[in-house]
């Protein structure tokens, strides 16, 4: 797929790829609670190990596998317990999991600054694996498999990104945080405002699972989350002196270009769910 994209510009490859990958996501999530299992734990084993795999590049020696093994135990665990199909008690296994980071520091006699690996291995799971285990707090809110919660708040995401782009590319003159993304404008987070609204209010037209009023809040959580989760991956990539973490998206970059908004949002949305 990534070779017949190749033969188009930038802008297509995103437009084609995007459009590819929601119908993909879209189906997968619509046809079982299973394939959405199998569809979001794969998203979330390439988007740790690309990560890993950048922090390396920084002269960082991060547990690459055991990282991941943990974030694998820790979104599989949360889909089980959340679905009801084992005891909450079981969450308490993830404790015992991450402090064997520890452990297999003790015995890398090689490394001279331990605790920085620690720290890298760390925050893969946090930034990562955390996020990516709330969907399934949110998958099954309702204390039933609703797929539409995470599919509208994803189209919300998309509708924010794109009104984003394509409002910077042709009217952005403001720039938003120029010292860590010099391409951001206030007309493009604008521009994304608009369109992700007018996605809210679509699918609170079109969908009974969560009241109007909760899909706006939704909303502007996605707007300033997936603006701020961008800068992020920005000042990430920044700090390492790249310019995509990734190739694997045609047009988008990596994993993490293509998530880093979703990073950041799902923690206040799942909040915002439990607590109101």
Request: charged share 15%; with cysteine; net charge positive.
């Amino acid at each position: 797929m990534t070779s017949i994209l190749n033969k188009y510009n930038n802008l297509t490859q995103r437009i084609i790829a995007g459009i590819l990958g929601a119908l993909l996501m879209g189906f997968g999530m619509y046809y079982s609670e299973w394939l959405y299992f199998i569809m979001f734990l794969g998203i979330c084993i390439a988007t740790q190990l690309e990560f890993y795999k950048l922090v390396g590049l920084d002269g960082m020696l991060p547990l690459k596998t055991f990282g991941t093994f943990s974030g694998i135990s820790l979104f599989t665990l949360t889909f089980l317990i959340e679905s009801d199909r084992i005891d909450q008690r079981f969450y308490f296994l993830l404790f015992p999991i991450v402090s064997c980071i520890y452990l297999i520091y003790l015995y890398r006699s090689k490394e001279v600054k331990p605790f920085r690996g620690i720290a890298f291995t760390f925050l893969g799971i946090i930034y990562v694996a955390i996020p990516f285990s709330l969907l399934n707090v949110m998958a099954f809110h309702h204390h039933q498999y609703t797929f539409e919660i995470i599919l509208c708040s994803l189209l919300i995401l998309w509708a924010n990104d794109t009104g984003a782009y394509f409002t910077g590319v042709r009217y952005g003159k403001r720039k938003l945080f120029e010292r860590v993304s010099p391409k951001k404008s206030w007309e493009g987070s604008l521009g994304g405002l608009i369109l992700a609204i007018g996605m809210a209010y679509s699918v609170a037209h079109f969908t009974n699972v969560l009241e109007q009023w909760q899909w706006f809040v939704i909303c502007i959580i996605i707007v300033i989350g997936g603006t701020y989760g961008d800068l992020v991956e920005s000042l990430f990539k920044r700090s390492i002196e790249i310019k995509d973490s990734g190739k694997s998206i045609p047009g988008h970059g990596g994993f993490l270009d293509r998530f880093d908004g979703l990073l950041v949002s799902v923690p206040f949305i799942t909040a915002f769910l439990k607590i109101f």
